[in-house]
């Protein structure tokens, strides 16, 4: 039971990181989210070749920052919170278990996204 509840804490740990960093990223996002929802509206009532001649720097700026946004949350959100193992011909992923039978928590690469993520945003925070 005490092994449960320290893998279970330890699991805890790093979705509780995840989720704060991605709540910080996605607070940021929203803004230029709507900005990207008025500009693709534009878009498809001008057309494109007509829309594409009349996007100015801001707006190139704003889509640029949306998707340097979105590329930082794709990164942390696809890293998986295990150990790959193995991946079938099936496509059925077998994840690593420990000695005592639990999934073996994929710490080296989530440290490295959740590190590198947080410096992606901080970075972005002070070029925008």
Same mark, same amino acid.
């Given at each position: 039971?005490?092994?449960?509840?320290?893998?279970?804490?330890?699991?805890?740990?790093?979705?509780?990181?995840? +989720?704060? %960093?991605?709540?910080?990223?996605? &607070?940021?996002? /929203? !803004?230029? #989210?709507?900005?990207? $929802?008025?500009?693709?509206?534009?878009?498809?009532?001008?057309?494109?070749?007509?829309?594409?001649?009349?996007?100015?720097?801001?707006?190139?700026?704003?889509?640029?920052?949306? +998707?340097? %946004?979105?590329?930082?949350?794709? &990164?942390?959100? /696809? !890293?998986? #919170?295990?150990?790959? $193992?193995?991946?079938?011909?099936?496509?059925?992923?077998?994840?690593?278990?420990?000695?005592?039978?639990?999934?073996?928590?994929?710490?080296?690469?989530?440290?490295?996204?959740?590190?590198?993520?947080?410096?992606?945003?901080?970075?972005?925070?002070?070029?925008?």
């Amino acid at each position: 039971m005490d092994l449960g509840e320290e893998h279970l804490a330890n699991i805890n740990n790093y979705v509780d990181k995840i +989720y704060y %960093l991605l709540e910080k990223i996605n &607070n940021t996002f /929203t !803004t230029y #989210l709507y900005a990207l $929802k008025r500009m693709h509206e534009k878009i498809v009532v001008l057309g494109g070749g007509r829309a594409a001649n009349d996007i100015s720097q801001q707006s190139l700026r704003i889509i640029n920052n949306g +998707y340097l %946004l979105a590329a930082i949350m794709t &990164n942390i959100i /696809t !890293t998986p #919170l295990f150990q790959p $193992k193995d991946v079938s011909t099936d496509g059925v992923v077998e994840i690593e278990t420990d000695s005592d039978g639990f999934n073996v928590l994929n710490t080296k690469e989530l440290d490295n996204i959740l590190s590198t993520g947080e410096e992606e945003y901080y970075d972005f925070t002070l070029k925008k």
